[in-house]
């Protein structure tokens, strides 16, 4: 079997060429968004996918046809031998990316160099300390800010993420965008989205149409929309003449399921064929105990549902019944 093969297509013909896979649970940060404010609970080591079993089921989905992998979490980079995972995954046929906090960058900058990792993802929800370190509950503002920095200069393609909520720092759309003037950055404002734990409620959201009016207002006919790629999850925009571009990410108000190409591996081992899905398929069991994970993984994209895991509307995604069976954003890997 080659790897241009379209194997994981599902009932609705899209074929799943991307894999995020999950480094870890872990996290250096406490995102209130993202990570449930009692923490998680850790559990040992073994139940966790290790650095042989992340390259050997890797390369089943690289098999399958697997294009690109993004490695993510949890935090990626605190996993400690996160830099011999990176070093094995780039030598599959294949394109190797990053979503990181952005903490410890600096002490990866020679490893994703030398594994021609050049597209790095970082997540930064204010350009203001005091703002970020409550969204956080933590103080790692100057370290994030400066590996920021340090990855532009040295010339990264980087993508800055930042989950827009109401009365948080929707205060701030205008400045993330004025920080691609003079930086080449891609800023990404994302909806945000209900998981376990995040005590979801659309009020504290900012949609897509929402957002687009306040720049719009503010930036009038300098706002110009430019092409957004094959399965791009967002909607990229360009003010005239800045060095940078924005996009929106509006996974709660405007889906992008009809195009989705992406499958997600948790930290232990399981494959979600959607980010809201609460059922789950477990990979690392069956390939410890010998078993080939090829037909399980063809049969559980087959059964992908078409939409948000079943999910249509806002009300659907209000209906804590319904996601709660789901994990938090943090052991999801998003
Ligand atoms: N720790 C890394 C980071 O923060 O970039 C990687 C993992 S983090 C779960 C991946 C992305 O998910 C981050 O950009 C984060 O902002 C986003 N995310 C987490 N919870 C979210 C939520 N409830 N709604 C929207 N995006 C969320
Ligand atoms: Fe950690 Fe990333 Fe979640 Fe923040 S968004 S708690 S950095 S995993």
């Keep these: 079997?080659?790897?241009?093969?379209?194997?994981?297509?599902?009932?609705f013909?899209?074929?799943?060429?991307?894999?995020r896979i999950s480094l870890t649970e872990r996290c250096n940060l406490r995102c209130f968004y993202c990570m449930p404010e009692?923490?998680?609970v850790l559990r040992p080591r073994s139940e966790f996918m290790s650095k042989d079993e992340i390259v050997s089921i890797a390369n089943t989905f690289v098999a399958l046809g697997v294009k690109k992998i993004r490695l993510t979490g949890g935090e990626p980079l605190v996993r400690n031998d996160a830099k011999e995972i990176i070093n094995e995954l780039s030598k599959l046929p294949i394109e190797l990316a990053i979503t990181t906090n952005g903490i410890l960058v600096d002490k990866f900058i020679d490893t994703f160099k030398a594994n021609r990792m050049n597209s790095i993802n970082v997540s930064l929800d204010s350009l203001q300390e005091n703002k970020l370190?409550?969204?956080?509950?933590?103080?790692?503002?100057?370290?994030?800010?400066?590996?920021?920095?340090?990855?532009?200069?040295?010339?990264?393609?980087?993508?800055?993420?930042?989950?827009?909520?109401?009365?948080?720092n929707d205060d701030e759309i205008i400045d993330f965008i004025e920080f691609?003037?003079?930086?080449?950055v891609h800023f990404r404002f994302i909806e945000f989205m209900p998981f376990d734990g995040?005590?979801?409620?659309?009020?504290?959201?900012?949609?897509?149409?929402?957002m687009m009016a306040i720049v719009n207002?503010?930036?009038?006919?300098?706002?110009?929309?430019?092409?957004?790629?094959?399965?791009?999850?967002?909607?990229?925009?360009?003010?005239?003449?800045y060095k940078g571009t924005f996009a929106v990410i509006s996974s709660v108000t405007n889906p992008f399921c009809d195009s989705c190409n992406r499958i997600r591996l948790t930290a232990d081992g399981r494959l979600k064929n959607c980010l809201f899905s609460g059922s789950e398929t477990d990979l690392l069991t069956p390939f410890r105990n010998g078993i080939d994970v090829q037909p399980l993984i063809i049969e559980s994209i087959w059964r992908k549902k078409e939409r948000r895991s079943g999910m249509e509307t806002i009300t659907q995604f209000s209906d804590s019944a319904l996601h709660s069976n789901n994990r938090s954003m943090v052991s999801i890997g998003g």
Excluded: C, P
């Design 217 to 241: 207002n503010n930036f009038k006919e300098k706002v110009s929309k430019i092409e957004d790629k094959k399965n791009d999850t967002a909607k990229n925009y360009q003010i005239d003449r």
């Design 133 to 168: 370190n409550k969204i956080t509950r933590r103080n790692y503002f100057k370290s994030i800010y400066s590996n920021i920095q340090r990855l532009i200069r040295e010339d990264f393609h980087v993508k800055i993420n930042a989950v827009i909520m109401r009365g948080v």
């Design 198 to 210: 995040n005590k979801w409620d659309w009020s504290k959201g900012i949609s897509y149409k929402e």
């Design 180 to 184: 691609t003037k003079d930086n080449k």
């Design 1 to 11: 079997m080659n790897n241009d093969q379209n194997i994981l297509t599902d009932q």
């Design 38 to 40: 009692e923490g998680i």
């Design 13 to 19: 013909g899209r074929v799943h060429d991307y894999l």
